[in-house]
T-cell receptor, first 118, second 116 residues
Framework: KAGVTQTPRYLIKTRGQQVTLSCSPI?????VSWYQQTPGQGLQFLFE???????NKGNFPGRFSGRQFSNSRSEMNVSTLELGDSALYLC?????????????????FGPGTRLTVL | AQSVTQLGSHVSVSEGALVLLRCNYS??????LFWYVQYPNQGLQLLLK??????LVKGINGFEAEFKKSETSFHLTKPSAHMSDAAEYFC??????????????FGAGTRLAVHP
């Protein structure tokens, strides 16, 4: 079974531009979560999508948004890029949303997209 | 609110030596705890997880961790380090909300170096 795939793997943008990152979950997985990893702030939760709905959101400005499609693939978008948005963006998929009192479902991580903002 | 603290941002051991990576947690409810490993230019791989069953948890690649409630710790150990263990290791806890389990909260990470 193929793992979580993220495209592109590397991206270079300039301040003020916008960017869209893509994540394809493991087949059959319906939940997708996004995390930002930076040397200064470490790994931080961005948001989680399940059945095309955002279930949870981290403490990030509105410039960060996402969506999920009917095939569970997810995209995240960052508008008006700032230098501080340079990071590794990781996507993780799990069988179903971890909400609703269900037992925890293991999250499987993709290789990430490294975004550099110049 | 749940949180984890990893003691030591860098740990260096000799090949064949004991590996000990420290993690302390803070949680007002019984926690679910995890250790992940990240190799250069890769995503995160789950090493092991504690989900309130056995307190001694065995994971992949010879790693294990012991949940100690009295010490609020979940330290990661491996009896004999291998060169291939060099990587960054993250301790994590999953948070609770009224809707159930939510998101992973990660520690700052510990970079493990293994010397011949």
């Amino acid at each position: 079974k193929a793992g979580v795939t993220q495209t592109p793997r590397y991206l270079i943008k300039t301040r003020g531009q916008q960017v869209t990152l893509s994540c394809s979950p493991i087949s059959g997985h319906r939940s997708v979560s996004w995390y930002q990893q930076t040397p200064g702030q470490g790994l931080q939760f961005l948001f989680e999508y399940f059945s095309e709905t955002q279930r949870n959101k981290g403490n990030f400005p509105g410039r960060f948004s996402g969506r999920q499609f009917s095939n569970s693939r997810s995209e995240m978008n960052v508008s008006t890029l700032e230098l501080g948005d340079s990071a590794l963006y990781l996507c993780a998929s799990s069988l179903k949303s971890s909400g609703g009192g269900a037992a925890y479902n293991e999250q499987f991580f993709g290789p990430g997209t490294r975004l550099t903002v110049l | 609110a749940q949180s984890v603290t990893q003691l030591g941002s860098h740990v260096s051991v000799s090949e064949g030596a004991l590996v000990l990576l420290r993690c302390n947690y803070s949680s007002s409810v019984p926690p679910y705890l995890f250790w992940y490993v990240q190799y250069p230019n890769q995503g995160l791989q789950l090493l092991l997880k504690y989900t309130s069953a056995a307190t001694l948890v065995k994971g992949i690649n010879g790693f294990e961790a012991e949940f100690k409630k009295s010490e609020t710790s979940f330290h990661l150990t491996k009896p004999s380090a291998h060169m291939s263990d060099a990587a960054e290791y993250f301790c994590a806890v999953i948070t609770y909300s009224s809707g159930g389990y939510n998101k992973l909260i990660f520690g700052a990470g510990t970079r493990l170096a293994v010397h011949p």
